[in-house]
Protein backbone atom coordinates (compact mmCIF):
# COMPACT_ATOMS: atom_id res chain seq x y z
CA UNK A 1 0.00 0.00 0.00
CA UNK A 2 1.23 3.40 -1.37
CA UNK A 3 2.02 6.22 1.61
CA UNK A 4 -0.56 9.07 0.13
CA UNK A 5 1.70 12.77 1.49
CA UNK A 6 -0.26 14.73 4.10
CA UNK A 7 -2.01 18.32 2.75
CA UNK A 8 -0.17 20.97 1.77
CA UNK A 9 -2.80 22.96 0.96
CA UNK A 10 -3.68 26.54 2.98
CA UNK A 11 -6.16 26.05 6.07
CA UNK A 12 -6.33 29.65 7.07
CA UNK A 13 -5.55 32.63 5.51
CA UNK A 14 -7.46 36.32 5.33
CA UNK A 15 -11.14 36.34 6.63
CA UNK A 16 -14.03 35.99 3.65
CA UNK A 17 -15.55 39.42 2.90
CA UNK A 18 -18.87 37.34 3.40
CA UNK A 19 -19.87 37.09 6.68
CA UNK A 20 -21.40 33.39 6.32
CA UNK A 21 -24.93 33.38 8.55
CA UNK A 22 -25.52 30.80 11.36
CA UNK A 23 -25.60 27.39 9.82
CA UNK A 24 -23.75 28.26 6.61
CA UNK A 25 -23.07 25.03 4.79
CA UNK A 26 -20.61 23.89 2.26
CA UNK A 27 -23.08 21.44 0.19
CA UNK A 28 -19.70 19.83 -2.17
CA UNK A 29 -16.43 19.07 -0.49
CA UNK A 30 -14.02 15.77 -1.09
CA UNK A 31 -11.52 14.04 1.90
CA UNK A 32 -9.48 11.68 1.46
CA UNK A 33 -8.26 9.84 4.15
CA UNK A 34 -5.26 7.83 5.25
CA UNK A 35 -5.47 4.35 4.74
CA UNK A 36 -7.90 4.63 1.83
CA UNK A 37 -6.26 4.15 -1.69
CA UNK A 38 -7.52 5.06 -5.50
CA UNK A 39 -9.56 2.60 -6.99
CA UNK A 40 -9.00 1.27 -10.67
CA UNK A 41 -10.51 3.70 -13.23
CA UNK A 42 -10.75 6.85 -11.22
CA UNK A 43 -7.84 9.27 -10.49
CA UNK A 44 -4.90 9.31 -8.70
CA UNK A 45 -4.65 10.95 -4.90
CA UNK A 46 -1.98 13.69 -4.58
CA UNK A 47 -2.59 14.53 -1.10
CA UNK A 48 -4.67 13.43 1.99
CA UNK A 49 -7.66 15.85 2.61
CA UNK A 50 -8.63 14.64 6.34
CA UNK A 51 -11.68 15.77 8.10
CA UNK A 52 -8.77 17.47 10.86
CA UNK A 53 -7.50 19.84 7.56
CA UNK A 54 -11.49 20.95 6.68
CA UNK A 55 -12.28 21.47 9.88
CA UNK A 56 -9.73 24.18 9.72
CA UNK A 57 -11.40 25.11 6.59
CA UNK A 58 -14.08 25.78 8.21
CA UNK A 59 -13.04 27.78 10.78
CA UNK A 60 -11.35 30.06 8.41
CA UNK A 61 -14.42 30.21 6.45
CA UNK A 62 -17.04 30.77 9.50
CA UNK A 63 -19.08 27.29 7.98
CA UNK A 64 -20.83 24.98 10.12
CA UNK A 65 -22.30 22.75 8.20
CA UNK A 66 -20.88 20.29 5.39
CA UNK A 67 -22.32 17.43 2.77
CA UNK A 68 -18.85 15.26 1.74
CA UNK A 69 -19.13 13.74 -1.77
CA UNK A 70 -17.63 10.40 -3.37
CA UNK A 71 -14.71 11.42 -5.00
CA UNK A 72 -14.29 9.89 -8.40
CA UNK A 73 -10.75 8.41 -6.90
CA UNK A 74 -12.33 5.95 -5.18
CA UNK A 75 -15.08 5.49 -7.60
CA UNK A 76 -17.65 2.64 -6.15
CA UNK A 77 -15.73 2.56 -2.74
CA UNK A 78 -17.43 4.30 -0.12
CA UNK A 79 -15.77 3.10 2.89
CA UNK A 80 -13.76 6.41 3.51
CA UNK A 81 -16.98 8.60 2.70
CA UNK A 82 -19.08 6.96 5.36
CA UNK A 83 -15.41 6.81 7.48
CA UNK A 84 -15.51 10.48 7.61
CA UNK A 85 -19.00 11.23 7.94
CA UNK A 86 -18.53 8.63 11.70
CA UNK A 87 -16.07 11.97 12.70
CA UNK A 88 -18.12 14.85 11.71
CA UNK A 89 -21.03 13.46 12.69
CA UNK A 90 -24.88 13.71 11.45
CA UNK A 91 -25.62 16.87 13.55
CA UNK A 92 -23.20 18.53 11.15
CA UNK A 93 -22.31 16.78 8.28
CA UNK A 94 -24.08 14.45 5.16
CA UNK A 95 -23.05 12.67 2.26
CA UNK A 96 -23.50 11.73 -1.32
CA UNK A 97 -22.36 8.07 -2.67
CA UNK A 98 -21.46 6.06 -5.47
CA UNK A 99 -24.90 3.60 -5.43
CA UNK A 100 -25.48 1.53 -8.39
CA UNK A 101 -28.84 -0.37 -9.41
CA UNK A 102 -27.19 -3.51 -7.32
CA UNK A 103 -26.14 -1.81 -4.14
CA UNK A 104 -28.25 -3.67 -1.27
CA UNK A 105 -30.66 -2.03 0.52
CA UNK A 106 -29.18 -3.32 3.79
CA UNK A 107 -26.38 -1.13 2.56
CA UNK A 108 -28.60 1.78 1.91
CA UNK A 109 -30.44 1.81 4.90
CA UNK A 110 -26.83 1.44 7.21
CA UNK A 111 -25.40 4.60 5.29
CA UNK A 112 -28.66 6.53 5.32
CA UNK A 113 -28.02 6.19 9.20
CA UNK A 114 -24.62 7.60 8.96
CA UNK A 115 -26.05 10.89 7.00
CA UNK A 116 -25.84 9.94 3.69
CA UNK A 117 -28.65 11.76 1.47
CA UNK A 118 -27.65 11.40 -2.26
CA UNK A 119 -26.27 9.65 -5.05
CA UNK A 120 -23.71 10.99 -7.21
CA UNK A 121 -24.22 10.82 -11.22
CA UNK A 122 -20.96 12.03 -13.01
CA UNK A 123 -20.71 12.35 -16.75
CA UNK A 124 -17.40 13.59 -16.92
CA UNK A 125 -13.75 11.41 -17.65
CA UNK A 126 -13.60 8.89 -14.01
CA UNK A 127 -17.25 9.32 -13.42
CA UNK A 128 -17.93 6.12 -11.11
CA UNK A 129 -21.35 6.17 -11.88
CA UNK A 130 -23.17 7.39 -15.07
CA UNK A 131 -26.40 8.54 -16.77
CA UNK A 132 -26.50 5.18 -18.45
CA UNK A 133 -27.53 3.82 -14.95
CA UNK A 134 -29.24 7.25 -13.12
CA UNK A 135 -32.82 6.64 -13.53
CA UNK A 136 -32.32 2.56 -12.31
CA UNK A 137 -30.56 3.97 -9.27
CA UNK A 138 -33.04 7.01 -8.91
CA UNK A 139 -35.42 3.79 -8.51
CA UNK A 140 -33.16 2.70 -5.69
CA UNK A 141 -32.91 5.91 -3.50
CA UNK A 142 -35.94 7.27 -3.88
CA UNK A 143 -37.77 5.23 -0.85
CA UNK A 144 -34.97 7.33 1.28
CA UNK A 145 -35.80 10.06 -0.16
CA UNK A 146 -32.14 10.63 -1.61
CA UNK A 147 -31.42 13.01 -4.48
CA UNK A 148 -29.35 12.63 -7.34
CA UNK A 149 -26.54 14.53 -7.64
CA UNK A 150 -25.46 15.25 -11.59
CA UNK A 151 -22.95 16.52 -13.12
CA UNK A 152 -22.18 17.12 -17.27
CA UNK A 153 -20.66 19.51 -19.37
CA UNK A 154 -23.94 21.70 -19.82
CA UNK A 155 -22.76 22.27 -23.57
CA UNK A 156 -24.12 18.72 -23.76
CA UNK A 157 -27.19 19.54 -21.77
CA UNK A 158 -29.05 18.55 -24.47
CA UNK A 159 -27.92 15.12 -24.26
CA UNK A 160 -29.31 14.37 -20.87
CA UNK A 161 -32.11 17.00 -21.44
CA UNK A 162 -34.97 13.84 -21.74
CA UNK A 163 -33.71 11.43 -18.76
CA UNK A 164 -33.26 14.83 -16.53
CA UNK A 165 -36.76 15.31 -17.12
CA UNK A 166 -38.15 11.89 -16.14
CA UNK A 167 -36.29 12.04 -12.51
CA UNK A 168 -39.00 12.13 -10.27
CA UNK A 169 -37.60 12.73 -7.39
CA UNK A 170 -35.43 15.58 -6.30
CA UNK A 171 -31.44 16.13 -7.89
CA UNK A 172 -28.59 18.89 -8.30
CA UNK A 173 -27.51 20.19 -11.68
CA UNK A 174 -23.61 20.74 -10.22
CA UNK A 175 -20.92 22.87 -10.65
CA UNK A 176 -23.30 26.13 -12.09
CA UNK A 177 -23.83 23.38 -15.37
CA UNK A 178 -20.17 23.65 -15.72
CA UNK A 179 -20.34 24.50 -19.49
CA UNK A 180 -17.00 24.19 -20.96
CA UNK A 181 -16.27 26.64 -22.59
CA UNK A 182 -18.99 28.70 -20.76
CA UNK A 183 -21.51 29.87 -22.83
CA UNK A 184 -23.83 33.66 -22.81
CA UNK A 185 -25.90 33.87 -19.84
CA UNK A 186 -28.93 33.72 -22.33
CA UNK A 187 -28.01 30.55 -24.28
CA UNK A 188 -30.71 28.13 -25.20
CA UNK A 189 -29.24 25.65 -22.85
CA UNK A 190 -29.48 28.15 -19.63
CA UNK A 191 -33.15 28.69 -20.71
CA UNK A 192 -33.13 25.00 -20.75
CA UNK A 193 -31.81 24.58 -16.91
CA UNK A 194 -34.49 27.28 -15.65
CA UNK A 195 -37.57 25.31 -17.31
CA UNK A 196 -35.66 22.41 -15.18
CA UNK A 197 -35.86 23.94 -12.04
CA UNK A 198 -39.70 25.06 -12.90
CA UNK A 199 -40.47 21.71 -12.69
CA UNK A 200 -39.41 21.56 -9.06
CA UNK A 201 -37.42 18.76 -8.29
CA UNK A 202 -34.72 20.14 -9.33
CA UNK A 203 -31.49 22.53 -7.54
CA UNK A 204 -28.49 24.13 -9.29
CA UNK A 205 -25.53 24.43 -7.35
CA UNK A 206 -22.85 27.31 -7.40
CA UNK A 207 -19.58 25.73 -6.85
CA UNK A 208 -16.02 25.54 -8.60
CA UNK A 209 -16.43 27.80 -11.35
CA UNK A 210 -12.57 28.26 -11.68
CA UNK A 211 -12.78 24.91 -13.17
CA UNK A 212 -15.06 26.26 -16.50
CA UNK A 213 -13.82 30.02 -16.36
CA UNK A 214 -12.32 31.29 -19.34
CA UNK A 215 -12.30 34.90 -17.68
CA UNK A 216 -10.85 33.59 -14.34
CA UNK A 217 -10.71 34.80 -10.66
CA UNK A 218 -11.98 36.42 -8.19
CA UNK A 219 -15.26 37.43 -10.10
CA UNK A 220 -15.68 34.59 -12.67
CA UNK A 221 -17.37 36.59 -14.69
CA UNK A 222 -18.31 34.65 -17.65
CA UNK A 223 -19.69 31.64 -15.59
CA UNK A 224 -20.78 34.55 -13.22
CA UNK A 225 -23.33 36.05 -15.56
CA UNK A 226 -25.10 32.40 -15.76
CA UNK A 227 -24.59 31.69 -12.14
CA UNK A 228 -26.55 35.42 -11.46
CA UNK A 229 -29.14 34.69 -13.87
CA UNK A 230 -30.20 31.06 -12.13
CA UNK A 231 -30.12 32.53 -9.16
CA UNK A 232 -32.64 35.43 -10.14
CA UNK A 233 -34.65 33.29 -11.35
CA UNK A 234 -35.32 30.39 -8.65
CA UNK A 235 -33.27 31.66 -5.47
CA UNK A 236 -34.95 29.06 -3.09
CA UNK A 237 -33.58 26.14 -5.51
CA UNK A 238 -29.64 27.25 -5.43
CA UNK A 239 -26.96 25.42 -3.52
CA UNK A 240 -23.43 26.57 -2.44
CA UNK A 241 -20.21 24.17 -1.99
CA UNK A 242 -16.83 24.90 -2.33
CA UNK A 243 -15.45 22.23 -4.01
CA UNK A 244 -12.09 21.99 -1.58
CA UNK A 245 -9.91 20.57 -2.03
CA UNK A 246 -9.65 21.24 -5.79
CA UNK A 247 -8.14 18.56 -7.10
CA UNK A 248 -9.79 19.25 -10.55
CA UNK A 249 -7.14 22.11 -10.89
CA UNK A 250 -3.17 21.49 -11.16
CA UNK A 251 -1.73 23.72 -7.62
CA UNK A 252 -0.20 26.59 -9.67
CA UNK A 253 -4.09 27.36 -11.11
CA UNK A 254 -5.41 26.53 -7.51
CA UNK A 255 -8.00 28.81 -6.41
CA UNK A 256 -8.53 31.58 -3.81
CA UNK A 257 -10.62 28.99 -0.57
CA UNK A 258 -12.26 32.68 0.90
CA UNK A 259 -12.69 33.77 -3.06
CA UNK A 260 -15.02 30.82 -3.38
CA UNK A 261 -17.48 31.85 -0.59
CA UNK A 262 -16.67 35.50 -2.09
CA UNK A 263 -18.84 35.56 -5.08
CA UNK A 264 -21.78 35.10 -3.25
CA UNK A 265 -21.51 38.67 -2.53
CA UNK A 266 -21.96 40.02 -6.13
CA UNK A 267 -23.99 37.21 -7.67
CA UNK A 268 -26.87 37.31 -4.70
CA UNK A 269 -28.57 39.92 -2.50
CA UNK A 270 -28.01 39.05 1.66
CA UNK A 271 -31.08 37.55 1.94
CA UNK A 272 -30.25 35.28 -1.11
CA UNK A 273 -26.91 34.32 0.29
CA UNK A 274 -29.23 33.57 3.88
CA UNK A 275 -31.17 31.02 1.65
CA UNK A 276 -28.24 29.64 -0.54
CA UNK A 277 -26.18 28.73 2.63
CA UNK A 278 -28.71 27.97 5.31
CA UNK A 279 -32.08 27.74 4.54
CA UNK A 280 -31.98 25.78 1.10
CA UNK A 281 -29.58 22.62 2.37
CA UNK A 282 -31.43 22.68 5.21
CA UNK A 283 -34.62 22.05 3.13
CA UNK A 284 -32.91 19.22 0.95
CA UNK A 285 -30.75 18.11 3.70
CA UNK A 286 -32.63 17.60 6.81
CA UNK A 287 -30.70 20.00 9.04
CA UNK A 288 -32.34 21.15 12.40
Known amino acids: MSEIPVNTRPLDGPAPRLKAPAGATDC ?32 WLSLERVVVTQPNAYQRDNRALLAALDQLGTQTARGVAAVTPDTPDSDLRAWHEKGVRGARIMNLPGGAVTNDEMLAVEQRIRPLGWHLMVQFNGCNLNDYLDDLRRIEGEYIIDHIGKFMPPVPADDDRV ?71 DVLLDWASPEVQRKILVDNPATLYGFD
Open 191 to 261: DEILRLLDRGNAWFKICAGYEASRTGGPDYADIGAIAKRVIAHSPERILWGSNWPHVGVPREQYPDDAGQL
Open 28 to 59: HIHLYLPGYEAQPGGPKIPELATVEDYRKLQQ
